[in-house]
């Protein structure tokens, strides 16, 4: 049984901290991308032997237990880089990075790997995949026979140096649909993304005259150009709702949808990458949209208000660009994206998710500094997916909460229903009554097991109340069990 360990003392003291004027929503989505390709966040370097393997594991863990002590709950992990991927499959060849050649397996499975480590944190692992990009020509060439240009040359296309799978040919979207049902069928993967599904820079020229003359039938190329797009959006929502109804299905499209309300506006989603993420929420073919809103002021603020608009009762996050803090990306002032974060909260955005992991994580002009004693001082829990729980019950309340002191550390425990398709959320307070509205009352969420072990001052004199919920796989919540009052003295009980 794994043992998860809450940092009780931080919880309880962060009120001593000073009072910030931010809001502490119950329900956020706090998420990153951690990006895979060049090993940009994770692994930094590629294995050759168990110890060099166990460093690139110990390196995933630090990254995450960082995540965790600021309380993010979801990990966005690049699982399909530019025609290679980090699982076993039987499509597409393992990274180089992570043992320096490609098709070469790391001795464990990396994917899998992630979706344990974060499901141990309370955090949800979505499986985000770049979609139609192949790689370079030097990368096209290092994969060598196993690259699927190599294989199915009848699906790419050389546009500006770079390789591409042709989005207009009907076999596009089979073969990406595969790939889709590999992770979907093979691992416990909470959500896959669509990253990258779009047409690339510089689409006018994109040479996919002689696809449009024999698939165009009728249509605008412009419009040809959509559909293809959301033929692929929707055959994957379709196929994974029949599948595991209870995996999300969003995509991170241009942080600016169109010129129509905007005329000004530069390289937008619909009329340059002819992306229409619009349609696929009107469709009810997203469960989240993620647009990647890297930019300022008026390149911003009013597309929030876009997107929530047309956001359609579906989860509406927006990407911030983190890696913007950076003096070789923009050189922002904190305060860029700390006002940023206000304002979505105020518009009733569902969540955050910065791009990238590294940014956050090594405190970029205080960022990470900023999200763990401000902005995500307390655990949030992810948003009940309504529109897609229609099948599965809402949980009984947990029964039997027992706290039982075990030396230097207090032992939680109570009965549920099994970890698979079920998680904890627990609540307390320092009195006999616990606020279930609050940020503040919430001490872990996401907790997969039936057990919670918490660090104590074995000198301290406390009271303390403790209840539990459990969520269904939609996130919805049952009602309570019935809280258990614990005194915490110098005297063990």
């Given at each position: 049984?794994?043992?998860?360990?809450?940092?009780?003392?931080?919880?309880?003291?962060?009120?001593?901290?000073?009072?910030?004027?931010?809001?502490?929503?119950?329900?956020?989505?706090?998420?990153?991308?951690?990006?895979?390709?060049?090993?940009?966040?994770?692994?930094?370097?590629?294995?050759?032997?168990?110890?060099?393997?166990?460093?690139?594991?110990?390196?995933?863990?630090?990254?995450?237990?960082?995540?965790?002590?600021?309380?993010?709950?979801?990990?966005?992990?690049?699982?399909?880089?530019?025609?290679?991927?980090?699982?076993?499959?039987?499509?597409?060849?393992?990274?180089?990075?992570?043992?320096?050649?490609?098709?070469?397996?790391?001795?464990?499975?990396?994917?899998?790997?992630?979706?344990?480590?974060c499901h141990k944190r309370g955090m949800e692992c979505h499986a985000f995949f770049v979609t139609y990009p192949v790689g370079s020509a030097k990368m096209v060439k290092e994969q060598g026979r196993a690259s699927v240009v190599k294989r199915h040359p009848e699906l790419c296309i050389k546009h500006r140096g770079d390789w591409y799978l042709n989005p207009g040919h009907p076999g596009?979207?089979?073969?990406?649909?595969?790939?889709?049902?590999?992770?979907?069928?093979?691992?416990?993967?909470?959500?896959?993304?669509?990253?990258?599904?779009?047409?690339?820079?510089?689409?006018?020229?994109?040479?996919?005259?002689?696809?449009?003359?024999?698939?165009?039938?009728?249509?605008?190329?412009?419009?040809?150009?959509?559909?293809?797009?959301?033929?692929?959006?929707?055959?994957?929502?379709?196929?994974?709702?029949?599948?595991?109804p209870w995996v999300q299905v969003s995509s991170s499209p241009l942080g600016k949808y169109s010129k129509r309300q905007h005329p000004n506006a530069r390289w937008t989603a619909y009329e340059d990458a002819y992306q229409d993420p619009r349609a696929w929420l009107k469709a009810g073919k997203q469960d989240m949209i993620v647009p990647m809103m890297y930019y300022q002021q008026q390149d911003f603020y009013p597309f929030v208000n876009n997107w929530l608009e047309h956001s359609g009762q579906r989860n509406m996050v927006v990407g911030l660009g983190a890696y913007r803090l950076s003096k070789k990306e923009g050189n922002w002032k904190l305060s860029e994206i700390t006002d940023q974060i206000r304002y979505v909260r105020r518009q009733g955005v569902k969540g955050c998710a910065f791009f990238r992991t590294q940014f956050v994580i090594k405190n970029e002009k205080g960022l990470y500094n900023e999200l763990k004693n401000r902005f995500f001082k307390y655990p949030a829990q992810l948003p009940p997916l309504v529109w897609m729980n229609e099948k599965d019950s809402v949980p009984c309340a947990p029964q039997e909460i027992v706290v039982i002191r075990e030396q230097e550390r207090l032992k939680l425990s109570w009965k549920g229903r099994s970890s698979d398709d079920c998680t904890y959320t627990i609540y307390y307070s320092q009195s006999d009554s616990i606020d279930m509205t609050k940020a503040q009352s919430i001490l872990a969420t996401g907790i997969r097991e039936n057990v919670l072990y918490l660090p104590i001052d074995r000198h301290e004199e406390k009271e303390y109340s403790f209840c539990v919920t459990a969520s269904n796989r939609y996130r919805m919540e049952s009602q309570p069990s019935r809280s258990t009052y614990y005194y915490l003295s110098e005297y063990e009980k």
């Amino acid at each position: 049984m794994r043992k998860i360990v809450v940092l009780l003392w931080w919880c309880i003291w962060a009120g001593s901290l000073p009072a910030a004027d931010d809001d502490h929503p119950k329900h956020e989505i706090r998420a990153v991308w951690l990006t895979t390709i060049f090993g940009l966040d994770w692994p930094t370097s590629p294995a050759t032997n168990e110890t060099e393997r166990n460093r690139q594991k110990q390196e995933l863990r630090t990254i995450l237990d960082r995540l965790q002590e600021a309380h993010f709950n979801t990990v966005f992990v690049q699982t399909r880089l530019r025609g290679d991927v980090i699982y076993r499959s039987q499509i597409e060849p393992i990274s180089a990075v992570f043992t320096g050649q490609c098709g070469k397996w790391p001795e464990y499975d990396p994917l899998a790997f992630v979706i344990d480590e974060c499901h141990k944190r309370g955090m949800e692992c979505h499986a985000f995949f770049v979609t139609y990009p192949v790689g370079s020509a030097k990368m096209v060439k290092e994969q060598g026979r196993a690259s699927v240009v190599k294989r199915h040359p009848e699906l790419c296309i050389k546009h500006r140096g770079d390789w591409y799978l042709n989005p207009g040919h009907p076999g596009t979207s089979d073969y990406l649909l595969s790939l889709v049902k590999e992770v979907v069928k093979n691992y416990d993967i909470d959500g896959i993304q669509f990253d990258y599904i779009r047409y690339p820079e510089g689409a006018q020229f994109f040479p996919d005259k002689k696809t449009y003359q024999k698939y165009g039938k009728g249509q605008s190329l412009e419009n040809w150009r959509r559909d293809n797009i959301n033929r692929i959006i929707a055959r994957a929502h379709d196929w994974v709702k029949k599948t595991k109804p209870w995996v999300q299905v969003s995509s991170s499209p241009l942080g600016k949808y169109s010129k129509r309300q905007h005329p000004n506006a530069r390289w937008t989603a619909y009329e340059d990458a002819y992306q229409d993420p619009r349609a696929w929420l009107k469709a009810g073919k997203q469960d989240m949209i993620v647009p990647m809103m890297y930019y300022q002021q008026q390149d911003f603020y009013p597309f929030v208000n876009n997107w929530l608009e047309h956001s359609g009762q579906r989860n509406m996050v927006v990407g911030l660009g983190a890696y913007r803090l950076s003096k070789k990306e923009g050189n922002w002032k904190l305060s860029e994206i700390t006002d940023q974060i206000r304002y979505v909260r105020r518009q009733g955005v569902k969540g955050c998710a910065f791009f990238r992991t590294q940014f956050v994580i090594k405190n970029e002009k205080g960022l990470y500094n900023e999200l763990k004693n401000r902005f995500f001082k307390y655990p949030a829990q992810l948003p009940p997916l309504v529109w897609m729980n229609e099948k599965d019950s809402v949980p009984c309340a947990p029964q039997e909460i027992v706290v039982i002191r075990e030396q230097e550390r207090l032992k939680l425990s109570w009965k549920g229903r099994s970890s698979d398709d079920c998680t904890y959320t627990i609540y307390y307070s320092q009195s006999d009554s616990i606020d279930m509205t609050k940020a503040q009352s919430i001490l872990a969420t996401g907790i997969r097991e039936n057990v919670l072990y918490l660090p104590i001052d074995r000198h301290e004199e406390k009271e303390y109340s403790f209840c539990v919920t459990a969520s269904n796989r939609y996130r919805m919540e049952s009602q309570p069990s019935r809280s258990t009052y614990y005194y915490l003295s110098e005297y063990e009980k």
